[in-house]
């Protein structure tokens, strides 16, 4: 946490032990304010996460039917040279 430096006056004004309980009230807000930031953090992060995770399965499917697309070429190709190959 930050270091509050409460000025003279004001440290007068309330005494001592109001400035301090200041203080404590200062950082107790600081506190949840960090502590909402986080939270939407979190949320906003969990969100993006689900939206990626959606993402990689779609690109996972495409990548396998190009895949399976690929070999069946790829094994027609060699049928078809070996078949060239061994009719002569």
Request: aromatic share 10%; proline share 1%.
């Given at each position: 946490?930050?270091?509050?430096?409460?000025?003279?006056i004001?440290?007068?004004?309330?005494?001592?032990?109001?400035?301090?309980?200041?203080?404590?009230?200062?950082?107790h807000?600081?506190?949840r304010?960090?502590?909402?930031?986080?939270?939407?953090?979190e949320e906003r992060?969990?969100?993006r996460?689900?939206q990626?995770?959606?993402?990689?399965?779609?690109?996972r499917?495409d990548?396998?039917?190009?895949?399976?697309i690929?070999?069946?070429?790829?094994?027609?190709?060699i049928?078809?040279?070996?078949?060239?190959?061994?009719?002569?």
């Amino acid at each position: 946490m930050a270091v509050i430096a409460i000025p003279k006056i004001l440290r007068e004004r309330l005494t001592d032990e109001g400035a301090d309980a200041f203080v404590r009230i200062i950082d107790h807000v600081e506190a949840r304010a960090q502590q909402a930031i986080l939270e939407i953090a979190e949320e906003r992060f969990e969100k993006r996460l689900a939206q990626l995770d959606g993402k990689i399965e779609r690109v996972r499917a495409d990548l396998i039917q190009w895949m399976f697309i690929f070999w069946v070429g790829q094994v027609g190709t060699i049928t078809a040279i070996l078949f060239a190959f061994f009719k002569r």
